[in-house]
Each structure stands twice: as C-alpha cells, then as structure tokens.
C-alpha cells in the first residue's frame, strides 16, 4: 500500500471517530488527531478534505440528528473522496474503463486482445501506421496480434512499451511503470528520454520518465487477476488486504496487529470478481472478522 492511501485510510478512521464520538470523547479524539496530523502537513490536508466532503453532503441541521445514529453519510463522503483523490477526469473520459472488482476482455480492431484489471482504463489510437493503447490508470495484460508494419505500443505518463510479438502486461504504480513479460519480447523507452532496454519471457521492470529503478524476474504464465482469481502462497495479509483493495470501491483497511510479522499468513485462491466472496472465505480460512462499517469501508480484524 502506498504511503498516501495508508493516510486517507487513517483521515477516514479519524473521520468516523470525530463525527460519531460522544461529548465526553470528542476532546480526547480530536487531541490525538491533531497529534496525527502534525507528524505530516499531507495528513491535515487529506482530512480536510474528507471532512469538507462530510459536511457537503447533508445539510446542517439533519447532520446534527444523523451523526450518531448512522453511517450512511459517510459511506457517500468516502466514496466521493476516493472519486476526487484517486479518478481523475482522464479515467471518465477514457475509450474503455473498468470498475472496482470489473475485469473485462476487449478485442481491438486489428485482434489483439487487451484484459483490463480492476479500476483501470485506456484510450487508443489506432492508425494504417501504428496501434497505441494508453493505459490511463490501473493495469492491463496484452495479447498482441501480428502487424510487422503497424508497431502495437502501450504508453503510460512514464514509459513507451512497444511489442515485438508478443504478450505482455502493464501496471502504472504510484511513482513508476511496471512492465512484465509473459511471451516474446517488449522493448520499453522512458518517456523523458533515459536509456531504453528489452525485456524478455520471464522479465519485468519498474520504470519511471528518467530510466529504470528496478528489474526481476516474473512468472510466464498468464498474470491470475487475468482469469478473475487472485493467488497467494504463505502471503501476508498486508498482502492479501492491498490487493483486494484494488478490487473493490471505497477503503478496505486491515487492523495494525495483523500487520505484524508472526500474523498468520494466507495460502489459497480468492475470486477477483467478488470482493465480498473473498473476504467471507479469507475470513473463514483464518478465523478473522471482516466489519463492514459502511459498504464503501471495511475492515479486517482477528476474532
């Protein structure tokens, strides 16, 4: 999880806690709060945000008569924070867009084949010289169909991945590109000009617009969340939690104490498709309690 959605995660909790806290807790919360807040200015500003967005949503005095009895508001404040913060117009606009736990197989006109993941979406350009697909937001996996003479290429605001036959997939990341071969060969270009390189069957890069930050090694078969299923072998919940939460709208937050290192860890396969499915069986597996707060935030904590 990145480091500014673990704050709006912690700005929601606090937002929960200020607006339905007792008079005799409040001045403790907001003390505590102010604590948090001071640690990192993004912190204020995130909250300030979610709270604005409280206070839009319900005229004042029903807000008054509604804050302790239900959470309703702040299923619609929530929603719409992630909305503002993390859809920008470009993802409404895009040619092709997914929602949260939506995974959709498009076939494009020359027949190539792009499955785009959860919360993603693309716009494309196609021309008699070249086939560009821009991956907007989120992640993609690419089964590209031959055309020597028209390049099939996947841009991001970082990087230009052009197929030399192939299939392969693309994840824009907080701060960089991930691209991951699954057949053939791709070769990538930063986007402000840094060295170029070309990855192959079983290679996978991080970059950003000045060069490479990173490469490793990747499985060949075809990407899980492809198939509406997500694998985890001996895997973390911190894990298993960040990518369900790529799956479904609004915050999905695990409890810190399942967050420590002797936490139990999660062998198994959970559907892609249904965010609810999976964390009924996650929590059967591992005798956790999942709490719905509201339908757009959600928790999970040990029993």
């Known amino acids: 999880m990145s480091e500014l959605n673990r704050i709006r995660q912690q700005a929601a909790e606090w937002v929960v806690a200020l607006q339905t806290a007792g008079a005799d ?16 200015p993004r912190r204020r500003q995130v909250l300030e945000q979610i709270q604005r967005m409280w206070q ?6 029903a807000r008054r008569r509604q804050r302790r009895r239900q959470f309703t ?6 929603l719409a924070a ?25 076939t494009l006109p020359d027949g190539s084949r792009v499955v785009l993941n959860s919360d993603s979406a ?25 055309a020597p003479d028209r390049p099939f290429q996947v841009t991001t605001r970082d990087l230009t991945a052009t197929a030399l036959g192939t299939q392969y997939s693309v994840r824009l990341d ?19 000009g840094g060295d170029g390189l070309k990855l192959t069957a079983g290679q ?31 895997a973390p919940l911190t894990e298993v939690v960040e990518r369900l939460a790529r799956h479904r709208p609004g915050l999905l937050t695990l409890d810190d104490a399942l967050a420590a290192p002797d936490a139990p860890r999660f062998t ?27 339908p757009w935030y959600v928790t999970v904590r040990g029993r």
């Not at 839009?56 to 005095?61: L, S």
């Open 268 to 294: 198994g396969v959970l559907p892609a498709d249904d965010s609810d499915a999976a964390l009924a069986l996650l929590a059967d597996t591992l005798n956790l309690e999942v709490r719905y707060l509201t």
């Open 82 to 106: 992630l909305l503002g913060a993390q859809l920008p117009w470009a993802y409404w606009t895009a040619d092709h867009r997914t929602a949260a736990g939506e995974i959709r197989t498009l």
């Open 122 to 146: 693309i716009d494309l350009d196609y021309s008699d010289t070249h086939r560009t697909v821009k991956l907007v937001r989120g992640e993609l996996l690419a089964t590209v169909a031959k």
């Open 56 to 61: 839009a949503t319900e005229p004042a005095q």
């Open 204 to 234: 996978q890069a991080d970059l950003n617009r000045q060069g490479v930050l990173s490469r490793a090694t990747t499985p060949r078969q075809r990407p899980d969340w492809a198939d509406s299923r997500l694998a985890f072998s001996k």
């Open 25 to 40: 807790e409040r001045a403790r919360l907001q003390t505590e709060c102010d604590t948090w807040q001071a640690k990192d």
């Open 73 to 78: 508001g702040l299923g619609a404040v929530l």
């Open 174 to 192: 907080d701060g960089f590109t991930r691209v991951a071969v699954q057949e053939s060969t791709v070769a990538v270009t930063p986007r402000d």
